[in-house]
């Protein structure tokens, strides 16, 4: 599976627009590009996912780019409970091969 | 729906001695994954099954072993303790293998 790069940490103020980058410059074109966030204590848990076209959910958005080389994670409004590390991670679409994390991106929302 | 639940929440275990894990998916969830997680070597895939059958296997030695059973709940084990496999235990089920998973808060080992 390809590997991601991303920030190691973040702020953003609450009740602003939260983008988180990630560059997947050796993403195949059978790669999905995932999003999980771990809040302290907890288990990870899924926020979104793509392939090629823009996402969107009830949790955020993903862009990614045409060239699918990188991707951004956008939480349009960013309260403190947003507060957790964000994963980005690549993976075969057939699941063939299990999610590999990352160390991720430390956001911290602040008020 | 009632979410992944891992049992139990935390354990203490002397070095040498051997633990079993249990996770009960998702209802309607058939392929379970296994992580370990540490401070130093963050989130790690230990095994993946579906329908009773394991289908991937991470870079742990024999003593961490597992099984998924006809309804998909699933169990692993840690035989022969050493201090190192202290760490968070996280399952994750998903609907099918190519879906997005879904975790459990995990079982907290320490072994002392």
């Known amino acids: 599976d390809a590997k991601t790069t991303q920030p190691p940490s973040m702020d953003c103020a609450e009740g602003r627009a939260a983008n988180l980058p990630c560059n997947h410059s050796?993403?195949?074109?059978?790669?999905?590009v995932y999003w999980y966030r771990q809040i302290h204590s907890q288990g990870p848990q899924y926020i979104i996912h793509g392939l090629k076209n823009n996402e969107t959910n009830e949790m955020a958005s993903l862009i990614i780019t045409e060239d699918r080389k990188s991707s951004t994670l956008i939480l349009p409004h960013a309260t403190l409970r947003d507060t957790a590390v964000y994963y980005c991670i690549v993976r075969v679409g057939l699941g063939n091969t299990p999610l590999v994390f990352g160390k991720g991106t430390r956001l911290s929302v602040i008020a | 729906k009632a979410g992944v639940t891992q049992t139990p929440r935390y354990l203490i275990k002397t070095r040498g001695q051997q633990v079993t894990l249990s996770c009960s998916p998702i209802s309607g969830h058939r392929s379970v994954s296994w992580y370990q997680q540490t401070p130093g070597q963050g989130l790690q895939f230990l095994f993946e099954?579906?329908?009773?059958?394991?289908?991937n296997k991470g870079n742990f030695p024999g003593r961490f072993s597992g099984r998924q059973f006809s309804n998909s709940r699933s169990e692993m084990n840690v035989s022969t303790l050493e201090l190192g496999d202290s760490a968070l235990y996280l399952c994750?089920?998903?609907?099918?293998?190519?879906?997005?998973?879904?975790f459990g808060n995990g079982t907290r080992l320490t072994v002392t």
């Open positions: 050796t993403i195949s074109g059978n790669e999905y």
């Open positions: 994750a089920s998903s609907l099918q293998i190519d879906s997005p998973l879904h």
């Open positions: 099954y579906f329908s009773e059958t394991q289908r």
